[in-house]
């Protein structure tokens, strides 16, 4: 008989809740500011695909998704958190609209399927970051595909808004997942279980 330590993980409430989502908004931004453009594309590559991956494993679909409507109102109300430094509603009409809008079911979709895995391994992470971000794809590749027009139809808005990045956001997941994998925010005491 051996003796295993195990760590349960204890939900985020309260004001604990509140001030990480505030640090996970925070972090976004900070993210939103390392970014260059590829030539000919209107939509920036960021490290903000790897602060919403976090903010959803690490804090849940509720509170990361929280997260993000905390940054979000922050840039609308005049904060430069947006990428480039842009701030006010006018960002929500440019091509990124449809990304800045994606990234609360973004990090919903993460927080939602990472909390209903059986366990918390690092593959169970990188398939609820990957499902977040095919869901951040799909609102900004809609936008991008209204903000182009017409003239762009067919797989335009995709080669522009998705295709580019899937290699560099599969290792901004990757590396989220590696750092919440088996771990959380808050977690009780260590409990031993007896296993025959």
């Known amino acids: 008989m051996r003796v295993v330590s195990r760590v349960q993980p204890r939900p985020l409430t309260g004001r604990r809740a509140f001030a990480a989502s505030m640090i996970g908004a925070a972090f976004t931004a900070a993210c939103a500011h390392i970014s ?16 919403i991956v976090l903010c959803g494993l690490a804090l849940g679909s509720r509170w990361g998704a929280l997260a993000q409507m905390e940054y979000l109102a922050a840039g609308l109300l005049g ?73 762009f139809a067919g797989f335009t808005p995709w080669l522009l808004g998705a295709a580019p990045f899937v290699a560099v956001d599969a290792v901004k997941v990757a590396v989220a997942a590696a750092l919440c994998a088996r771990r959380t925010v808050g977690c009780k005491d260590n409990q031993s279980v007896q296993v025959q």
């Open 36 to 51: 260059f453009y590829l030539p000919g594309n209107p939509v920036p590559v960021t490290m903000q695909v790897f602060a």
């Open 79 to 151: 904060a430069p958190v947006f990428a480039g430094f842009r701030c006010g509603p006018a960002a929500l009409l440019g091509p990124t609209g449809g990304y800045l809008v994606g990234f609360v079911a973004t990090a919903f979709v993460v927080g939602y399927v990472f909390e209903r895995a059986s366990s918390r391994t690092f593959a169970a992470a990188c398939l609820a970051g990957a499902m977040g971000v095919c869901a951040l794809y799909a609102f900004g590749v809609a936008w991008l595909s209204v903000w182009l027009g017409p003239g």
